[in-house]
């Protein structure tokens, strides 16, 4: 688990190619890897990924299909900067909110505009993923914790002041970026909870849907 408070940014090193997946080498920068052992995770724009062997100034780690398929790690190259934070430990401040490094899928960044000191972001999220999307809600943001502004349809805004800017990945943004996407974990589970004794079947996999919300009375007409 993570909090979604970056740490450091660190630098792809390497990207290869391994029998179908990848293997990716991550520079640190400033992050600390003296209480890092193999097999520890780090998240990284997002993605956990396990660390599979320490050189010295960074981290390798193993990518599946699975996470080529879903994150915007297929994208990546040699040279490009990425969000990195430590898992939690039962000491750690939980400055953001509860992030599991389990991306939900890949979104985009539509614009971006100064406000005040601060810049405004407008996103657009995979339609699957905008149930979970809530006013004042929690959303990470390739691995960063963040607060939406606002809800239209499957696009939210940010507003990202200066420190964010300067501290992640996300002054680098502009129309176009694709990002990875974690919806926020109660959201999930409330959803999976609301199916109760359906959440057995497989019908279930789609989740709630409008027809599910009419039979449970939740959807009257006016």
Not at 145 to 156: C, I, Q
Request: aromatic share 4%; hydrophobic share 40%; net charge negative.
């Amino acid at each position: 688990m993570f909090t979604g408070i970056i740490e450091a940014l660190g630098e792809i090193r390497a990207l290869e190619p391994k029998g179908g997946d990848l293997r990716v080498r991550v520079a640190t920068g400033g992050l600390g890897l003296g209480d890092v052992q193999l097999g520890d995770s780090i998240a990284t724009n997002g993605v956990c990924l396990t660390v599979v062997s320490l050189p010295g100034d960074g981290y390798w780690a193993d990518v599946s299909v699975e996470t080529l398929d879903n994150t915007t790690l297929r994208q990546w190259s040699v040279g490009q900067p990425v969000n990195l934070e430590k898992a939690l430990t039962p000491t750690t401040r939980l400055g953001g909110h509860l992030v599991s490094g389990h991306v939900d899928g890949v979104g985009e960044v539509l614009s971006r505009h100064s406000d005040g000191r601060s810049e405004r972001f407008r996103l657009r999220a995979p339609k699957a993923l905008a149930k979970y999307i809530a006013h004042k809600g929690s959303i990470t943001v390739d691995g960063t914790s963040l607060t939406v502004n606002a809800v239209d349809g499957d696009e939210f805004e940010l507003n990202i002041v200066p420190h964010t800017l300067e501290k992640t990945v996300m002054g680098t943004y502009k129309a176009g970026t694709q990002v990875n996407l974690e919806v926020d974990l109660l959201a999930r589970y409330l959803e999976r909870l609301l199916l109760g004794d359906k959440a057995a079947e497989p019908s279930a996999a789609g989740g709630i849907s409008m027809s599910f919300l009419a039979e449970h009375g939740f959807n009257r007409g006016q």
